[in-house]
């Protein structure tokens, strides 16, 4: 681990430059992808890559030059083409950041459990085939696939003012989906994949319920075929941990992204309907509602030390009892707008600069088990598993669907629906929440897939949640 | 970048090395991506963000007695690092080969087939550009990114393959912003930069953009006649990329177009649809070593043709032609209508106009109906006339209808529309897409 730290450092150390100030961030990354389709083991995916991202600030005027050429006369020819950059924009730049303070300090990280092997290819196959092989018999299962994806990433961080941030994490991907069609409708059920990642090793694919989950996963993707569509009308909805990370991930955490805020944005991934000035005033949701950006869990997909650009990370509340606190901003965007933010400056990759992200995103326990969060419903529908999600770019029009719901009567869990859907506005969304699970509902999930960024950028991201009740909420189900 | 990066030379070079390394029984495939990038980014009309990139990575696909594993790996551009990276891929790759099982679905182009296509164009320079949009955006609030640089994609086989591709090019994506919040969005890509051409579509959206300035006008959700611009239906047809034309997607129930597919409906007599390669800035070979060919994917409103893999092709006995992993179209082109660009006011008489849609998701995705929302310039017009700009509201709608039952003309005039993704490198993708006048569009929020 950490193995070119040394030859790194000596070749930073002979870098040249006519910069007040510059960084350099190491990326190495090797990821294995393992699948079964229908019984059958594809071919395995193996990927290694490595690079370096060179950053300088050249009269208060910053660029950066990625390469994967990390000799020293390689590393010297980014660092140059970085330079010849800041002054070439020099006299068409929007910021000026010769008074921006930087980035010291050196700390280690590693993921949990990170010393412990992964299980061999051959022991990974064999599960994902015991798991596809438990799918029954039965000619409306006309497709199923068990996955496997796990990444190892180290990045060093190393800059003139001295800081040394160092980080190994390794990422795990357990996934499996079943599709049922009776012929004209088909609806597929799911567990893990784009829902749920974490870090660690074998204890991953225990905690996300892979193992001897196949059977089970089949018979609800055959419930779901035989199940009349979600009722449309205004109901209470359950939301489960796994849609719950989905509704934080997009009307809570791309809303609060201050670059959004303060337009980089507007292009591509959007604006945001919140302001500068909401932070400290706007009452976001009902007083139920406590959001966290908390970097300390340790499995969570996010969780690190330090930011991208160096920033040390903290857990800090950004909606408290409902009220809008802090926004996701890291030292650039803090420097820009004044406001206090968080350590959430990632890059994807080292080709990739760092900008303004989500890491996790949590909403902190309440005080209800399920069977209470469920007997306070009486006309409403318990959705599980994202499957769909839309939203306008300013984060406020939203539509959702899940794969899995079931009805809710006087208090009572009763039949199963398909094509569960919802919409609604954020702004109002959040204030019709009326209900917290507790702990014993709080889940910590993940997606590996948030895009964003020009040029485009996909970035792990944790979120957990408890399963949380919202009332009187536009629920409606599909065509077939 | 290292220059040798995108040179074909190198290439050669590392596929020599691997003929030599891996002989029979053994074969492999190789694929090799490479750009050197800049990307300047936008905000309030000045620069926000600018930074160059270097990229260069292979995909080895290692064979053996009906075992196959790929691995993907970024080189360096430095020699001796890169050839024993690429000896360490095959050995770890020879030592995974007898773990895997055989691979009944493992399909091969075993012939040796050439291609090669370079266009060297030169690329504008970046303080040119970047002087021509200060001057231009004076008094806008312009945000957006300029990419460009050299795209080199290649590929060859162990049975003597060798393609090659390589091509310059520009792509500057923009929106101009009222103080109103309401915008415009625009697009400039291609080989030749034209300080004429630029200056054209940046006035041209600045005229739209005093539109946007008057009062917002709010719909109640509803059903509207509605035109789409090319901008707006490529959302919806990137939408269908994913999966529906997929031989595997098809195979497996869960394609949007799984009812058109399986003959239980149609769309519109206007529609058809074409994967045209030939003149289209993709690679004329797949990833995998297949030529592409030119396909009819829907004719006339009946689906014809789908994107077969050779992994599909396998499976389900049926012929590659040339599809990638994910079997989408790359170079869309949908045949063109006859309703004049100029009379599309007119024609669209009361009702929406359309210039982007945003964020499309399936609410059923079997009913091939999916929603999303306005974004950018969308117009209320009554009689002909533009009206108010339209604030944001979401449709939902089923394919069948929109580009089916509910399609009234589409324009004669095409839109060619070059993607903009730059997600892990600069996509080669395009499409090719009229304007589509629709008489019911369903708003639900």
């Known amino acids: ?480 | 970048m290292p220059a040798a990066l995108n040179s074909v030379d190198t290439f050669r070079a590392l596929v020599d090395w691997l003929r030599e390394a891996v002989k029979e029984p053994e074969h492999f495939t190789l694929s090799y991506n490479a750009e050197a990038s800049q990307f300047i980014r936008f905000n309030h009309a000045r620069v926000r963000q600018a930074g160059q990139v270097q990229q260069a990575s292979v995909s080895l696909k290692l064979i053996r007695e009906g075992h196959q594993a790929d691995l993907h790996l970024t080189l360096s551009g430095e020699y001796d690092v890169d050839y024993q990276r690429l000896a360490e891929a095959v050995q770890q790759l020879r030592e995974i080969l007898p773990l895997v099982a055989p691979d009944p679905y493992l399909q091969l182009n075993t012939d040796a087939w050439q291609s090669h296509a370079v266009q060297e164009q030169p690329l504008p320079d970046s303080a040119q550009v970047l002087e021509q949009i200060r001057q231009g955006a004076q008094g806008f609030d312009l945000v957006g990114i300029y990419a460009v640089g050299p795209i080199s994609r290649g590929y060859a086989s162990s049975w003597g393959a060798f393609g090659w591709h390589q091509a310059n090019s520009f792509n500057l994506d923009w929106s101009l912003f009222h103080a109103n919040g309401e915008a415009v969005k625009a697009n400039y890509a291609g080989e030749n930069w034209s300080n004429e051409a630029f200056a054209q579509r940046l006035n041209s959206a600045t005229e739209q953009l005093a539109f946007l300035g008057r009062p917002l006008k709010t719909l109640a959700p509803g059903q509207y006649r509605a035109y789409l611009a090319p901008a707006a239906l490529d959302e919806i047809i990137g939408m269908l990329c994913w999966g529906g034309f997929s031989a595997q997607s098809i195979a497996n129930k869960d394609s949007p177009l799984q009812r058109l597919y399986g003959g239980d409906t149609h769309l519109s007599p206007l529609v058809t649809m074409a994967e045209q390669v030939s003149g289209s800035l993709s690679p004329a070979f797949s990833g995998e070593g297949y030529p592409r060919s030119d396909l009819t994917l829907i004719q006339a409103g009946k689906a014809r043709d789908r994107l077969i893999n050779s992994r599909s092709a396998a499976e389900y006995g049926l012929i590659c032609n040339g599809a990638d992993a994910g079997e989408s179209p790359s170079a869309l082109s949908m045949t063109a209508g006859d309703l004049p660009l100029a009379e599309v006011l007119q024609q669209l008489g009361t009702g929406l106009y359309i210039s982007n849609l945003w964020y499309l998701n399936y609410s059923d995705q079997p009913a091939a109906r999916m929603t999303g929302l306005t974004r950018f310039a969308t117009f209320w017009v009554e009689n002909g006339q533009i009206q108010a700009p339209v604030s944001t509201m979401r449709f939902d709608d089923s394919v069948y209808s929109l580009l089916g039952t509910h399609l009234e003309a589409l324009t004669r005039e095409r839109e060619l529309i070059l993607s903009t993704g730059t997600y892990s490198e600069r996509q080669t993708s395009s499409t090719h897409l009229p304007g589509a006048l629709i008489n019911r569009l369903t708003l639900t929020l």
């Not at chain 1, 994967?68 to 070439?88: M, N, V, W, Y």
């Not at chain 1, 109901?235 to 809570?252: A, C, G, W």
């Not at chain 1, 007083?287 to 950006?293: D, E, M, Y």
């Not at chain 1, 809008?324 to 350590?343: E, N, Y």
């Open chain 1, 1 to 480: 681990m950490f193995e070119t730290t040394t030859l790194l450092k000596q070749r930073f150390a002979a870098l040249r430059s006519r910069a007040e100030f510059f960084s350099l961030r190491h990326v190495r990354q090797s990821s294995q992808h393992l699948s079964v389709r229908k019984n059958v083991a594809e071919p395995p995916s193996l990927s290694r890559d490595e690079g370096a991202m060179l950053t300088v600030r050249l009269n208060g005027v910053e660029a950066y030059a990625a390469t994967g050429d990390l000799s020293q006369q390689g590393l010297q020819l980014a660092l140059q083409q970085a330079e010849d950059l800041a002054e070439r924009i020099s006299a068409h730049a929007l910021l000026d950041l010769r008074n921006q303070p930087v980035a010291q300090g050196r700390a280690d990280y590693c993921s949990p459990n990170l010393e412990q092997p992964f299980p061999s290819l051959g022991d990974c196959y064999e599960l994902l085939g015991r798991e596809s092989a438990a799918v029954p018999h039965d000619e409306r299962l006309v497709n199923w696939q068990v996955s496997l994806g796990v990444s190892t990433v180290e990045q060093i961080y190393l800059n003139t003012a001295g800081a040394e941030n160092r980080q190994a994490q390794r990422f795990v991907f357990p996934g499996l989906s079943v599709t049922a069609y009776d012929g004209q409708d088909s609806q597929t059920r799911s567990l893990g994949r784009e829902n749920f990642g974490q870090q660690g090793g074998a204890d991953v694919i225990s905690r996300c319920g892979l193992i001897g989950a196949g059977a089970k996963v089949a018979d609800q993707a055959l419930q779901l075929l035989l199940a009349p569509n979600t009722p449309q009308g205004r109901r209470d909805i359950l939301l489960m941990p796994d849609q719950m990370m989905l509704q934080i991930h997009e009307s809570i955490g791309h809303p609060l992204e201050l670059d959004r805020i303060l337009g980089d944005e507007r292009n591509y991934a959007g604006t945001s309907f919140v302001k500068t000035t909401d932070f400290g005033t706007l009452q976001y949701g009902s007083r139920l509602l406590n959001v966290t950006f908390d970097p300390d869990i340790p499995e969570q997909l996010a969780s690190y030390s330090h930011d991208d650009d160096g920033t040390a990370a903290h857990k800090q509340f950004l909606i408290r009892e409902g009220l809008l606190i802090r926004p996701l901003g890291g030292a650039l965007s803090q420097f820009r707008s004044g406001l206090d933010g968080v350590a959430n400056s990632r890059a994807c990759g080292w080709n990739r600069a760092p900008i303004d992200r989500m890491a996790n995103l949590n909403i902190e326990p309440g005080d209800k088990s399920l069977p209470q969060l469920i007997a306070g419903i009486e006309h409403g529908v318990l959705m599980s598993t994202n499957r769909s999600w839309s939203i306008d770019d300013a984060r406020n029009k939203f539509q959702f669907g899940c794969e899995w719901g079931q009805l809710i009567e006087n208090g009572e869990l009763k039949g199963v629906v398909k094509n569960p859907n919802y919409r609604g506005i954020s702004a109002d969304f959040w204030r019709n929440l009326s209900a917290v699970g507790d702990a014993s509902t709080f889940q910590v999930l993940g997606t590996p897939n948030c895009g964003k960024g020009e040029p485009n950028q996909v970035v792990r991201v944790g979120h957990a949640s408890p399963a949380c009740v919202f009332s009187q909420i536009d629920v409606f189900g599909g065509d077939a």
